[in-house]
Structures are given as C-alpha cells and as structure tokens.
C-alpha cells in the first residue's frame, strides 16, 4: 500500500487533490482512499488529507502516520508544523516553492533530487489557470516524482471532476509540473533550477 498525506491550507484544494489522486489510482484497476481531516474549517487555516493507493482491498481508515509521500501545498507550513512527522525512510516530499531546499533552510533533504522536489505550482496554477491553486498541479509533479499513477490518469481525473476551462487549464498545469519533474529527476538537479518553462 502506498500512502500519501497532502498539507496545505483551507481554500488550496487539499481535499480535492486527494480525491483527484484517489480517482487516478481508481482508474488505474486500484484500490484507493481518500479522507480530509480538518482543525478549524475556515480559509487560510491548515488542512491534512490522506490518499491510500493499494492493489487489494483497503481497510485501514484512520489517518496517515507514516506516509510513502508527502505533498505540501503551501510552504509556510514548513515554519508552521512537523510536516515531516512520520515520513517513512525511503519517502517522497514534494514542496510548492520557488525555492529549492537549501534556500528553504532543509538541506538535510537537499541531495536526494529524485526524491525531494519543490515545484512552482502556485505559478503553474496563475499561469495555465489565472487563479493560485495548487492541488491538481500538484499532483502531476507526484506523478512524475512517484510513478505511482501516471500523467494521463491525473488529467483524466481532472476531467472527470473538472469542467470547460477549468479541466483544460488544471490538465495543462499538471501536464507542466510532470515536465519540470521529470527534467528534474533526469538532471539530477535541484528543484528550482530547471525553468517553470521547460
């Protein structure tokens, strides 16, 4: 079972991007879950949701504590809270940010570059979507990061949940946060320093 906990903040799509990732899996033949847990509901505050990907059935449900990956929506939750709790050993961490590790003060992270990424989804989201939501962008650069979905069953998720502009506009995003990722993860470079244009 591979298990995922995205961090953000209310209004970011957090719940979305977990339902979106548990569709893709779904899609795929497998078995998948996907649940939020709030603290306070309002915009702004931090939200966890979890998706669990499996090849039989799940029947676990309480939430992750040693996630395989973790997304993080928002970087100010790195100052906020332990985002990092419980990441199992051989995990994934993808990052919204312009930033790389190092200058996000985790250089303790900052070789593993094909496992720890930051991508500029915020910027994908503005420049493909006119709006700052991150999640379906997100969820292209795990698909690369991870492989444990493919590129085409994220946008066909967003399709399916999506429509008009907004499908096209979030399919593209996360089509370009998969390209940044995998040149990336080909370079074996730090996130931040291969274009958002690439």
Do not use: W
């Not at 499996?54 to 029947?59: C, L, N, Q, T």
């Not at 990441?87 to 200058?103: D, K, Y």
Request: hydrophobic letters at 50%; a neutral charge; one cysteine or more.
């Amino acid at each position: 079972m591979f298990q995922v906990r995205i961090h953000g903040r209310g209004g970011q799509g957090v719940v979305t991007a977990a339902e979106l990732l548990a569709q893709a899996a779904f899609d795929e033949g497998r078995h998948a879950q996907a649940f939020p847990s709030f603290g306070s509901e309002r915009t702004g505050a931090p939200v966890v949701a979890f998706c669990r990907i499996a090849d039989s059935a799940i029947r676990v449900r309480e939430p992750v504590m040693i996630p395989d990956a973790l997304i993080v929506q928002d970087e100010t939750l790195l100052r906020a809270i332990d985002v990092f709790a419980g990441l199992a050993p051989a995990g994934f961490v993808l990052i919204n940010s312009t930033n790389t590790f190092s200058e996000l003060g985790l250089d303790q992270y900052s070789g593993a570059c094909d496992r720890f990424v930051t991508v500029p989804a915020t910027a994908l989201a503005m420049q493909h979507l006119g709006r700052p939501v991150p999640n379906a962008v997100l969820l292209g650069a795990f698909a690369a990061l991870t492989k444990v979905v493919s590129i085409k069953s994220v946008t066909d998720a967003i399709g399916a949940k999506f429509k008009g502009k907004l499908a096209d506009g979030n399919s593209e995003a996360a089509t370009a946060a998969y390209a940044i990722v995998m040149a990336q993860i080909s370079q074996k470079v730090p996130v931040g320093e291969v274009s958002p244009h690439a």
